[in-house]
């Protein structure tokens, strides 16, 4: 099952996408629990974070799609 370079490219970007996601979450709730955020900022970045997973999820099941489609 050989993946097309747009399908590789594509998955490469998921990924990304996730790792920095990730960590720029981390990173901002470490900043904000330093810095004395409140509550509803806090919350704001989780929020932000759902988005950017959601996103990412919404993508790779695109990807997914288009390689089933691919096997045909």
């Known amino acids: 099952m050989g993946d097309t370079p747009e399908q590789s490219r594509r998955g490469r970007v998921i990924a990304l996408l996730i790792a920095s996601v990730g960590i720029a ?37 695109g990807l997914w799609r288009s390689r089933r489609n691919n096997e045909d």
């Open 25 to 61: 979450y981390v990173l901002l709730l470490a900043l904000g629990s330093q810095l004395g955020w409140s509550q509803r900022t806090m919350a704001f970045f989780d929020l932000a974070a759902l988005a950017g997973f959601t996103m990412a999820l919404w993508l790779l099941y």
